[in-house]
């Protein structure tokens, strides 16, 4: 038995949510998420190359249509394009779980580099390695917070680290 699907639905591939509550509502739009960073860096210019369709949603996933009433209430307008661009501005984008561990992966190793660096044996007079902050890093049990930068956290983890090594 085959399994029909409807001629009229839109499959949505490598599709990349920005999300923007306001007014109590959430409102969502569908993207290419290395186009939105390219067009809130100013390199991308035509909104068509961003959008992957340019409807404003409730919830993408699950493709639920955002009422006009709720968008004109919270916008304070009912123009289409100019709600777009105050989401796309102002929206929070979705990122994914592989990407995130990625970025938590490299922000922890600039950390251990910078600790590094700024640390040296008293008793050899010799810096640490790497490795070994590294590891200092993990049997502290430390969190790495991606909305801090690294050299922030570096700075507050010599501190624990010098009782520690």
């Keep these: 038995m085959s399994i029909f699907q409807p001629s009229n639905q839109i499959k949505l591939t490598n599709v990349s949510v920005v999300k923007l509550k306001k007014g109590g509502k959430r ?3 569908a993207c290419y998420k290395n186009k939105v960073l390219e067009w809130r860096n100013q390199i991308e210019t ?3 190359e961003v959008l992957q369709i340019p409807t404003i949603f409730t919830n993408v996933s699950k ?3 955002s009422n006009q009433e709720d968008l004109k209430k919270c916008f304070k307008t009912d123009d289409t394009n100019k709600i777009i661009l105050e989401i796309l501005k102002k929206g929070e984008l979705q990122v994914g779980e592989k990407e995130r561990a990625n970025q938590m992966e490299t922000l922890s190793k600039d ?3 910078l600790v590094a660096d700024m640390c040296v044996n008293p008793g050899t007079k010799r810096p640490y390695t790497v490795t070994m902050i590294e590891k200092a890093i993990s049997d502290l049990h ?3 917070s991606p909305s801090r930068s690294a050299k922030q956290q570096a700075r507050s983890l010599v501190f624990s680290l010098i009782f520690r090594l």
């Design 142 to 144: 430390y969190n790495v």
């Design 27 to 29: 409102f969502e739009i």
């Design 111 to 113: 950390i251990a580099t």
């Design 63 to 65: 493709g639920q249509l």
């Design 46 to 48: 035509d909104l068509d």
